[in-house]
């Protein structure tokens, strides 16, 4: 039901998961643990997938928040939970409160969880290539710096996500980068015979965590469009041409 990274597991008083889409109630595309408000399941299943996810890090449904993503670069300072329907636009979200479990939904894009133990501070970021690009990463060790975290201090876990071997992208996805971040090129592999190329999402946020000064980065080599019995993904929904998919939660929450 739940991976977890090691370096955040050793903190002490802090809980994390990344939740796989097993363990829950829902059914068809959706089985079984989504917890996409939006993706068209039942919302009565979504409600227990979620509270499910809650309670394996000892909160209850009412402490999980997550923000309305939009791939965008905000990132909001939570002070008290929101209920799901007043979610405010947010692609990344940060608190110093125990009992708040911080939440984000991917299918693809990587779920990226930080936090400075010393401080108690924690973060919990939703970083697809256009935001990443955009600086939602960056955007968010400021704001946690801003409540008292180093960057030095920092440890970042990046959760399952899309790898290079089933990213394929036109060449205009790879000029963008190439014309807009330095080095970039170096993320992409030639797909033989082709104009086409495999884009590395994560090692693009790896590097894009170091720039921004985290002391320690590590990511989870899980490629959630390749496993389709443990992971929810729009590229293989899309590449199946099918209407529907699921979402995962990846959470992280300071114990009292």
């Known amino acids: 039901m739940r991976l977890e990274a090691p370096e955040l597991a050793a903190v002490p008083r802090l809980g994390h998961a990344f939740f796989t889409r097993r363990g829950g109630v829902s059914e068809g595309v959706w089985a079984s643990l989504n917890v996409g408000w939006r993706s068209g399941d039942e919302t009565d299943r979504v409600r227990e997938n979620r509270t499910r996810c809650a309670q394996a890090l000892g909160v209850g449904v009412d402490a999980l928040v997550t923000g309305y993503q939009v791939h965008g670069t905000v990132c909001r300072v939570v002070e008290e939970p929101w209920p799901p329907e007043a979610a405010p636009e947010a692609d990344a979200l940060v608190t110093t409160r125990p009992g708040i479990m911080l939440g984000v939904v991917t299918a693809d ?63 205009e996805f790879r000029d963008r980068f190439v014309a807009t971040e330095a080095g ?24 894009r965590l170091r720039r921004a000064g985290v002391g320690q980065v590590t990511a989870l080599a899980v490629d959630t469009c390749a496993d389709g019995e443990r992971f929810f993904s729009f590229r293989r929904t899309t590449l199946r041409r099918e209407a529907r998919f699921g979402l995962q939660l990846s959470g992280i929450v300071l114990r009292a």
């Open 109 to 171: 894009c990587a779920p990226v969880l930080l936090a400075d133990p010393a401080a108690g501070v924690i973060g919990a970021v939703h970083a697809g290539w256009r935001g990443a690009l955009d600086g939602v990463l960056e955007t968010t060790v400021t704001a946690m710096c801003g409540l008292g975290a180093a960057p030095a201090r920092l440890r970042a876990a990046i959760g399952p996500c899309i790898a290079q071997a089933s990213y394929e992208v036109g060449p």
């Open 184 to 207: 970039s090129a170096a993320l992409f592999a030639a797909v033989a015979g082709s104009d086409r190329w495999r884009f590395d999402l994560p090692g693009f946020v790896r590097g």
